[in-house]
């Protein structure tokens, strides 16, 4: 089975500064997906960003990048110039892929991101 | 384009009673996947309907089951409640395998 481990609880970063959250899972699958998602106060889960294993190049949203290394099976997400609205909870999460069958999201336990003014 | 829609947003149960969740996807979205979120247990995945189908299900007791009709809105009932089943319901669509996710704002549910 597929774990996904988010080893920071809280982070916290000024306004306009850049901020690394962390992310490793594990599996045996050669090929699949990763997820960043948000989950602002209101409670629905917003996708970020999302990688598949098969892509070198790390994605890339707007102020939302990736670094995704497949060997050390590390998915962290890096946001710049943090803005006020960026504040809530960021899960990462892993999907297998269609030929692999189960399709669930699996989800790290999250870290809450505080944006200081 | 509506999001996905569920209903209610906040519900209170006693202990022992059932309950019906609710959620309608986006338009043209044919699976429909319900997780249940916790402070203890975090994010855990409970079921996946598509084309009215069950396709797969999470580790979760039989109190705990679902169904989609041919419109694709899904329920989702839990018999017996458990003071443990407090938690949000969170309900998400995709159009087709191989899709990403769209997620509803949820169902909190609390068992008293």
């Known amino acids: 089975a597929q774990t996904v481990t988010q080893s920071q609880p809280e982070m916290s970063v000024q306004e306009a500064e850049t901020v690394t959250l962390s992310c490793t899972y594990d599996t045996s699958e050669s090929d699949y997906y990763l997820f960043w998602y948000k989950q602002p106060p209101s409670r629905q889960m917003i996708l970020v960003i999302r990688?598949?294993?098969?892509?070198?190049q790390n994605a890339t949203e707007n102020r939302f990048s990736v670094n995704f290394q497949k060997a050390a099976k590390s998915f962290s997400l890096k946001i710049s110039d943090s803005q006020l609205g960026d504040a809530a909870m960021y899960f990462c999460?892993?999907?297998?892929?269609?030929?692999?069958?189960?399709?669930?999201?699996?989800f790290g336990t999250g870290t809450r991101l505080t944006i200081i003014p | 384009k509506a999001g996905v829609t569920q209903t209610p947003r906040y519900l209170i149960k006693t202990r022992g009673q059932q309950v019906t969740l609710s959620c309608s996807p986006i338009?043209?979205?044919?699976?429909v996947s319900w997780y249940q979120q916790t402070p203890g247990q975090g994010l855990q995945f409970l079921f996946e309907y598509f084309s009215e189908t069950q396709r797969n299900k999470g580790n979760f007791p039989g109190r705990f089951s679902g169904r989609q009709f041919s419109n694709s809105r899904s329920e989702m009932n839990v018999s017996t409640l458990e003071l443990g089943d407090s938690a949000l319901y969170l309900c998400a669509s995709r159009r087709d395998r191989g899709d990403g996710y769209t997620f509803g704002s949820g169902t909190r549910l609390t068992v008293v």
């Open positions: 999460a892993y999907r297998s892929t269609p030929n692999f069958g189960n399709e669930k999201l699996t």
């Open positions: 990688q598949e294993a098969y892509k070198q």
């Open positions: 338009s043209g979205h044919r699976s």
